[in-house]
T-cell receptor
Framework: DGGITQSPKYLFRKEGQNVTLSCEQN?????MYWYRQDPGQGLRLIYY???????QKGDIAEGYSVSREKKESFPLTVTSAQKNPTAFYLC?????????????FGEGSRLTVL | GENVEQHPSTLSVQEGDSAVIKCTYS??????FPWYKQELGKRPQLIID?????GEKKDQRIAVTLNKTAKHFSLHITETQPEDSAVYFC?????????FGAGTRLTVKP
């Protein structure tokens, strides 16, 4: 089995702590994406990366950081600066950029900040 | 940047009826418009997509239409079945990032 693998599936953290969500892919995808899903608000883009060592901010990048040191990996750090971090986070990849290609999603990580 | 609006937010139909979900987008440069289906507790999955050089595309019971002039596109599901119940998201792609609508929760009553 393979594809887009996110971990952990569920995560609880205290307010003020940084949290890193893992996203790994074995599909040789060039582009990778992080979305946040809240009830009634659809999928909002946090960051995306088209190639290694490069990434772009999406609509809601404030309070988040990413890295793309390897093609296979695109971790997302939810920092203490993110005012409302409790949400469902989805990572996705595509073979080409989203201009022309299907997004394959991971199963998501549900973060709850207590 | 791109802004995608999706209507309705909820839709309830009787099994066998048709369902239509509509989306509008703001950036005329967008050229790829996918539709994703997300069943409860699962990841979104692509069900159909359309590119800006095409006006309509059909795949069995689902079809998508695109009106570039009006900047809107629609998903049509015919002969709905209970397993069509899910949240559906439209998206538009501009400048290499994909922006999604807020989603439509479709319920098909048996």
């Amino acid at each position: 089995d393979g594809g887009i693998t996110q971990s952990p599936k569920y995560l609880f953290r205290k307010e003020g702590q940084n949290v890193t969500l893992s996203c790994e892919q074995n599909l040789n995808h060039d582009a990778m994406y992080w979305y946040r899903q809240d009830p009634g608000q659809g999928l909002r883009l946090i960051y995306y990366s088209q190639i290694v060592n490069d990434f772009q901010k999406g609509d809601i990048a404030e309070g988040y950081s990413v890295s793309r040191e390897k093609k296979e990996s695109f971790p997302l750090t939810v920092t203490s600066a993110q005012k409302n971090p409790t949400a469902f986070y989805l990572c996705a990849g595509s073979i080409r950029t989203a201009n022309t290609g299907e997004l394959f999603f991971g199963e998501g990580s549900r973060l709850t900040v207590l | 940047g791109e802004n995608v609006e999706q209507h309705p937010s909820t839709l309830s139909v009787q099994e066998g009826d048709s369902a239509v979900i509509k989306c509008t987008y703001s950036d005329s440069a967008s050229n790829y418009f996918p539709w994703y289906k997300q069943e409860l507790g699962k990841r979104p999955q692509l069900i159909i997509d359309i590119r800006s050089n095409v006006g309509e595309k059909k795949d069995q019971r689902i079809a998508v239409t695109l009106n570039k002039t009006a900047k809107h596109f629609s998903l049509h599901i015919t002969e709905t079945q209970p397993e069509d119940s899910a949240v559906y998201f439209c998206a538009a792609t501009f400048d290499n990032d994909m922006r999604f609508g807020a989603g439509t929760r479709l319920t098909v009553k048996p």
